[in-house]
């Protein structure tokens, strides 16, 4: 089965920094693009970044200039560093990341499980 662990969230305040990773294991080919997403207490999941498989970035508008994706291919593995967290960035943060498994297969996707980042003071 593949999977994907994600790991580095917890309570900062605000100001402060933190490192999510998003790991992906099984018998895969290669992992393709990765987005990170986040679900704030009663509102609707958004996307916040997304990491292409050539290593290009996109970002929400509320995070450019403190949230920055970067991966290592070769581990299979995205990071999110956020940096000058607000409060209005505490939610659990979700990792998408879309794969395959062989060179010729359709590109599927997994979800992890979430991390949660609290910002507060």
């Known amino acids: 089965q593949v999977q994907l662990v994600e790991s580095g969230g917890g309570l900062v305040q605000p100001g402060g920094s933190l490192r999510l990773s998003c790991a992906v294991s099984?018998?895969?080919?290669?992992?393709?693009?990765v987005a990170w997403y986040r679900q704030a207490p009663g509102k609707q999941r958004e996307l916040v970044a997304v990491?292409?498989?050539?290593?290009?970035?996109n970002y929400k508008d509320s995070v450019k200039g403190r949230f920055t994706m970067s991966r290592d291919n070769a581990k299979n593995t995205v990071f999110l560093q956020m940096n000058s967290l607000r409060p209005e960035d505490t939610a659990v943060y979700y990792c998408?990341?879309?794969?395959?498994?062989?060179?010729?297969?359709?590109?599927?996707?997994?979800w992890g499980q979430g991390t949660q980042v609290t910002v507060s003071s």
């Open positions: 990491i292409a498989s050539g290593g290009s970035t």
């Open positions: 099984g018998r895969i080919f290669r992992v393709d693009a």
């Open positions: 998408n990341a879309t794969f395959r498994r062989l060179p010729i297969s359709i590109v599927e996707y997994v």
